[in-house]
């Protein structure tokens, strides 16, 4: 008997540990203390209601103390609004305690918004306080007289509050200072006006207004270094008297095949013609034939004709050889 009631106590202890436990979890009672001492107003039912609403109070309320403290006037229907929205509280309210500390204006509303935009509001203030200073890439650019810039910038920047949600990033304000840089090196007449007034490119570049649209506004653009690269206008001259090379030995191989090819054409042609030579030639037999035949050519006419051929291919022999003597008397 006495056993039974050990193990039932025992029991009974247990459970009741649980049930502490349970309503601990569900009603923390120490939260709701805290929240009291520091003139926060939250009911018991409230707590147990955000436990149910899978919010942790620890988050909700201590955001509350801080922003109370502060002089924010913000309730806990706010923040738990925002954290189920999947945003970060505790940074939002850091955030509007500086902006109310730097006098800079900013809504719980407008603060919400650019947490839930997902960027970082606290350092978004922060920017707005202290400026922040972007490096730039190396920026090659060619000047009218060919000769390759390669600059180096400073963008100091401060951060926009009203153009966070929708504004464009620190890449845009890269790529249009690049551009910037780009477009006042290429309109200088020579790479010297840039090196001795490198601050002409701050000038022009700012007068661009490249902070429209995005969720900074640019304080100052400074040059930190300039280097003379390589001199592309020679080298594209290079390349082009190359190519005109290039294109006037194709021009030349092309004009010798055609004169290669006219050679063997004409070549061919004389050929032909000696052939029509020779075949005309086989044709005076046949002719004297029938001349023979038909009266009009005796045998003395013949005699005569052959005679005066034989006297010809004499004198020809004689010339030749007297135009051999001459030649050798020469040498």
Not at 68 to 93: C, F, M, R, S, W
Not at 171 to 194: D, M
Not at 243 to 268: G, N, P, S, T, Y
């Amino acid at each position: 008997m006495d056993l039974s009631n050990s193990m039932f106590v025992l029991i009974a202890a247990i459970s009741g540990v649980i049930l502490l436990f349970i309503f601990l979890y569900f009603v923390p009672v120490n939260l709701w203390i805290t929240a009291q001492f520091s003139n926060v107003r939250v009911g018991l039912l409230e707590l147990v209601g955000m436990r149910i609403r899978k919010v942790p109070p620890s988050v909700i309320v201590n955001s509350l103390i801080t922003a109370t403290k502060a002089g924010l006037q913000l309730t806990t229907n706010d923040l738990e609004t925002h954290y189920l929205a999947g945003g970060n509280v505790p940074n939002v309210i850091r955030a509007l305690i500086s902006a109310d500390k730097a006098n800079i204006s900013l809504s719980f509303k407008q603060a919400t918004a650019i947490d839930l935009a997902g960027r970082d509001v606290f350092e978004a203030v922060q920017i707005s306080v202290n400026p922040k200073v972007i490096n730039t890439p190396n920026v090659a650019a060619v000047a009218a007289d060919g000769i390759q810039l390669i600059a180096k910038a400073r963008v100091t920047v401060r951060a926009n509050i009203a153009q966070l949600v929708g504004g464009a990033g620190e890449e845009t304000i890269l790529a249009r200072v690049g551009e910037g840089i780009v477009t006042s090196i290429g309109s200088a007449s020579n790479h010297k006006s840039v090196l001795e007034n490198p601050d002409k490119i701050s000038k022009l570049v700012l007068e661009r207004g490249l902070d429209a649209g995005t969720a900074f506004e640019i304080l100052s653009i400074d040059i930190a270094d300039i280097d003379v690269g390589t001199n592309i206008g020679a080298k594209l001259q290079i390349d082009q008297a190359s190519a005109d090379l290039k294109v006037a030995e194709a021009k030349a191989e092309e004009r010798r095949a055609m004169a290669v090819a006219l050679e063997q054409e004409m070549k061919a042609k004389n050929v032909e013609m000696r052939a029509k030579v020779v075949e005309a030639e086989a044709e005076v037999p046949k002719a004297l034939a029938d001349a023979f035949r038909s009266g009009n050519l005796g045998v003395m006419d013949y005699y005569k004709m052959e005679n005066i051929k034989s006297d010809t291919s004499m004198r020809d022999s004689i010339a030749d050889s007297d135009k051999g003597s001459d030649s050798s008397k020469g040498k």
